[in-house]
């Protein structure tokens, strides 16, 4: 590795390896248009290596740990592969066979790669959550596997946007015994060493850098209002719009109930540099470690498994099995790519054609027609760079 050197955008700091400053370039254009205000950080492990490692911002340290929104469904659904792995949890077997008490209302014959895939239409509860019970993923499981679903359960998908990983996490809990945020310390976070938390320990707060809203300039808030829906819709239903104290979707790494649960599909806590090395660890040997999944099990998840109009995103999504299916919005990157994104700009993602991963975290709340934007340029340079390795 390198430091970014000279050249390099006044408050950029960190390494790439030789071949990758392209990417290094990218990230200093990406500081140039939003201004020097932005805290932020980008990572990759080409091969199992560590081949970029960038941060930036006037508060931005090499160790400082941000909210990762959704990409935390991407982590608890890698523990859900390793299960599917061993054989403990089957794609094809219904939910109720794991969790009995699901089979109620239309749901007994749901499919576990259907639930994985957002089409189980119990997007949120019809009265809606605290934020107390949101950041429980036992109480979120025990409300919507009584609930009756939004739509027929595997005939439509619809972002379960704040309740996904509390869904597949209790079929995990029923089979195993023992939580998501347990299987992921075990199995995951000490072997790898990872700065990654679904849950962050007492103690560990002032490394956390709170997060921000978005800047919000007239022309933005015109074009929001205008694709706003009801609080009573799919979509205000499945971000929790229609209970009384709700907050906004930006707020939640910054409540310590969130923090300290590590709610499994918004709640994680970490690095940059830790997700992108997750990710590599899947495909490639990192540290010593042998990849963590067969080529089958990577190849199982990152399957489209539907695609179509999104119910609640009200757009067309493709869904792999528990992850984007990122290809679809990133054509550089190798088909059978797999990763999830946070709201906000986050993002994380393996591309195993490649032996490639990738992760980008934010401090400040990015408008969001401007994400997948940013991460094509980012991702471009990074994919050129490791086909010339």
Do not use: C
Request: aromatic share 8%; hydrophobic share 45%.
């Amino acid at each position: 590795m390198r430091q970014a050197g000279e050249g390099a955008a006044a408050g950029v700091q960190g390494t790439v390896a030789p071949g990758f400053e392209a990417v290094r370039e990218q990230f200093t254009a990406l500081l140039a248009t939003e201004g020097g205000e932005l805290d932020v950080q980008v990572a990759a492990y080409h091969r199992g290596e560590n081949v970029v490692d960038l941060w930036a911002g006037p508060d931005m340290n090499a160790d400082s740990i941000m909210g990762i929104y959704s990409a935390s469904k991407g982590v608890t659904h890698l523990v859900v592969a390793l299960l599917v792995q061993d054989g403990v949890l089957d794609l094809d077997q219904k939910v109720s066979h794991y969790w009995p008490q699901f089979a109620v209302e239309g749901k007994q014959d749901l499919l576990v790669r259907e639930l994985l895939a957002h089409q189980a239409g119990v997007v949120g509860a019809t009265d809606g959550f605290t934020m107390e019970e949101l950041a429980d993923d036992q109480v979120v499981a025990e409300r919507l596997g009584a609930q009756r679903p939004f739509w027929r359960p595997g005939r439509a998908a619809g972002y379960h946007a704040l309740v996904m990983a509390a869904l597949s996490g209790e079929v995990v809990r029923r089979a195993t015994g023992r939580t998501v945020q347990e299987h992921f310390a075990e199995r995951l976070q000490a072997p790898l060493k990872l700065d990654l938390h679904l849950g962050l320990p007492a103690g560990q707060d002032d490394r956390f850098l709170s997060a921000q809203p978005m800047t919000a300039t007239p022309e933005r808030l015109r074009e929001l209002a205008a694709a706003a829906t009801a609080p009573d819709s799919l979509s205000g239903i499945a971000f929790n719009r229609h209970h009384p104290r709700n907050r906004e979707v930006w707020e939640l790494p910054n409540l310590p109930v969130v923090r300290s649960r590590g709610p499994a599909s918004f709640g994680g806590i970490g690095t940059a540099r830790s997700l992108a090395k997750l990710y590599s660890a899947l495909v490639s040997p990192v540290d010593s470690v042998n990849p963590l999944l067969e080529p089958a099990t990577a190849s199982a998840f990152g399957q489209i498994q539907s695609n179509g109009f999104d119910l609640v995103l009200r757009q067309p999504k493709a869904w792999a099995v528990g992850f984007h299916a990122v290809s679809e919005t990133y054509p550089v990157l190798g088909a059978g790519a797999f990763g999830h994104s946070g709201a906000g700009g986050q993002q994380a993602l393996v591309d195993p054609r490649h032996e490639l991963s990738y992760a980008f975290l934010r401090r400040h709340f990015l408008f969001p027609v401007q994400a997948d934007a940013d991460h094509l340029r980012l991702l471009s340079a990074l994919v050129t760079a490791a086909r010339r390795a």
